[in-house]
């Protein structure tokens, strides 16, 4: 029997060659599409309640633009947060506050393609997950990964940052009595597996929810 650890990279291999051949007009047609998904997210309850929300900042190819979810997290009056890497002797992952669109579109890309706030200026931002006396943590996380499948199962990149922040996040809001964060993952269709599993192990998260182009199908249902 191939190890879990084998599994994933085999799905990811493939998930990752299947994407690199989707053109561009095909990503931007279904990024177009996903301006729907981002009135249904938008819309709902749980959006509608949250006031601290965490979204991926998009790579230019390979998955689903967040561009447009972004600005509006932002006009909606939320505190947006996104994600840094920490480049320690072991990589950690904190999502820090971009209170303005202006600070946003001035993101610069980091060596993935993807917009990031300048590490030497990262003390200047509101990590989501600090002590403090406001409402702390995140009401909504919305992440990415190279594929899903029915099960709500996600299989990242294989570096564990996400899996490990939600598990922070959970801890966090615990800590404060508070609802966990309702996770949200984000595909294009290429990225659902539907014949397959996706292998996963005991610190693999469950997403709550998986938004495409086709709208939003609920696993658990926000309290």
Known sequence: MQSLKLLK?????????????????????QSSLARAVKEEIC???????STRISLYLSMQSSELST???????IDDGKKLFVPFI?????????????PTVEQLQALK?????????????????????????????????????????????RLGHGMGYYDRFIKAATTHAEGYALHPPTIVGLALQEQIQTQDSV????????MDAIATSDGITWNKQPE
């Open 109 to 153: 890309r980091n060596k993935w393609g993807i917009p990031e706030p300048d590490a030497a200026d990262v003390d200047n931002y509101q990590d989501a997950l600090a002590l403090s006396s406001e409402s702390p943590g995140l009401d909504l996380i919305l992440v990415p990964a190279v594929a899903y499948d029915k099960s709500f199962n």
């Open 9 to 29: 990279r085999n799905l990811r291999k493939s998930t990752l060659k299947k994407l690199s051949e989707i053109s561009n007009e095909a990503i931007s047609l």
């Open 43 to 49: 819309a709902s309850d749980i959006y509608k309640r």
């Open 67 to 73: 561009d447009d979810l972004a600005r509006q997290i």
């Open 199 to 206: 292998p996963t192990g005991p610190l693999d998260e469950v």
């Open 86 to 98: 920490h480049t320690n002797e072991v990589p950690t992952m904190s999502m820090l506050n971009i």
